[in-house]
């Protein structure tokens, strides 16, 4: 027995289903946890993707793969296919709304890019920035290393019998 296989069986992926499937309800569904972040600021699913076929045909045509995640190049424009690219979770993370965003030496970098870059902690960047160093500082100078041993806060007292 030879069975036909549609269109849908052709392009259904369980994965891709759910990224689907969870882009629409961030954007329809009101009682969503994140929809005050997407459907609440105006952000749409566009037409063509309101039907999973189209947005399948569009995600393996364009770079999807199980190890990539759905991510809008202009964070503030809506799903549709010249909106959307498939990236590293590393990479979407480099996009949102909430990154602090920093000029060095012409160019501009999240604080998570610039530390990858010059080779310091993200923290002890964004900390350093916090207490107000100027950029060449907070990247620049040493950062201190932490000694081994006795630290005075979690030392326990001694009490002597004497």
Request: charged content about 30%.
């Amino acid at each position: 027995i030879i069975k036909a296989i549609s269109e849908w069986d052709a392009y259904y992926d369980k994965r891709l289903h759910k990224i689907w499937s969870a882009m629409h309800e961030r954007c329809e569904r009101t009682k969503h946890p994140h929809y005050r972040d997407y459907g609440g600021r105006g952000i749409k699913v566009c037409e063509k993707w309101k039907e999973y076929l189209p947005f399948a045909k569009w995600a393996k045509n364009n770079g999807y793969t199980d190890n990539l995640t759905i991510d809008r190049i202009d964070v503030n424009g809506n799903y549709e296919p010249d909106n959307c690219r498939w990236v590293t979770m590393k990479e979407q993370q480099n996009n949102k709304r909430n990154n602090r965003i920093l000029l060095y030496h012409g160019e501009t970098y999240t604080l998570t890019q610039l530390a990858e870059k010059v080779g310091i902690n993200k923290t002890t960047l964004k900390e350093r920035l916090n207490l107000g160093w100027n950029i060449e500082d907070a990247i620049n100078r040493p950062v201190r290393q932490r000694t081994k041993g006795y630290r005075p806060s979690c030392a326990k007292m001694e009490v002597s019998d004497g």
